[in-house]
């Protein structure tokens, strides 16, 4: 199949990208430099020079299937990005791929999109989206997703991915961030990691992307999990010793850490301080709310099953480092 990627130097995409090309897919991935060139030749795919501003149908080109993970996934910044990426970034990726007459649209989104501050437990897809949430990333990447859902017509299927926490070989934001904060002193718990929680390994997710070329009703929205329930405690500390870290007792209550946050946030926009605020509110929320979500859909439509348990891609990253 001939798949265009959008977000290939990323985590997802970089995966998702490698996983094609090694099945033997022509893969063309949207690229905005020649560093980026270099990257996604190293992954077996041909760079394709445009940005998410700029893309046509001509850079889709013949390509049968687009698959878009890029997206401004930042906890700080200006809500002009988000906005930028995020939506209009979808909408013109979703414009290029229907004028090119490319027949299926796969969506990389994220739990993010139902946060307004509470805990999800126990939630499906049926959960209303939170196109009015307190957090950019949230009602930013909800906005994209009703585009990808309207968009879908008899001949374009649309098909939305959600993955939640996800981890494994290859991580560029997660464990480096776990592994810098605890190498200098400033990690914390918030309510001492007790905050239950789905996750999504990478290889589970690039095989749910696989299954999506396919399968799936146009327009439908996937959880897409790990088997089980962890906490926080129990996957940022696994996560960690894989790395041969052990990451202190510390912590901080929740309600404590939502203050730190929206204080934080506050002093940075008002004095306009450079760099990024120790602690967002998105942050704090995200590591202190739980997330419990049921993936009986992606199994039931896609076919999805997890290809690797949280306990194994543990031992890897091990065994990798």
Known sequence: MRIFVTGASGFVGGAATRKFAAAGHDVRAMSRSEKSDATIRALGANPVRCDLENISASHVGDCEAVLHCAAFVEQWGPIEAWKRFNIDGTAATLKAAKEAGAKRFIHISTESVLWRGQHLREVDESYPLALDSPYPYSWTKARAELLVREA????????????????????????????????????????????????????????????????????????????????????????????????????????????????????????????????TRFGAMIMSRECVLKGDKARAELGYAPVISVESGLRQLANAH
């Open 152 to 279: 879908a017509t008899p001949v374009f299927t649309t098909i939305i991915l959600r993955p939640r926490f996800i981890w494994g070989p290859g991580d560029t934001t997660l464990l480096p961030v776990i592994e810098a904060m605890a190498k200098a002193g400033k990690f914390m718990w918030i309510d001492g990691g007790r905050a239950r929680t789905s996750t999504t390994h990478i290889a589970n997710l690039t095989h749910a992307i696989e299954l999506a070329l396919t399968q799936g009703r146009a327009g439908q929205a996937y959880f897409v999990l790990d088997d089980g329930v962890t906490t926080m405690r129990e996957i940022v500390s696994g996560l960690a010793v894989t790395r041969g870290i052990s990451l202190p007792d510390a912590s901080v209550p929740a309600w404590l850490a939502d203050f730190i946050g929206a204080a934080s946030e506050g002093a940075w926009r008002l004095f306009r301080l450079k760099g990024e605020p120790p602690l």
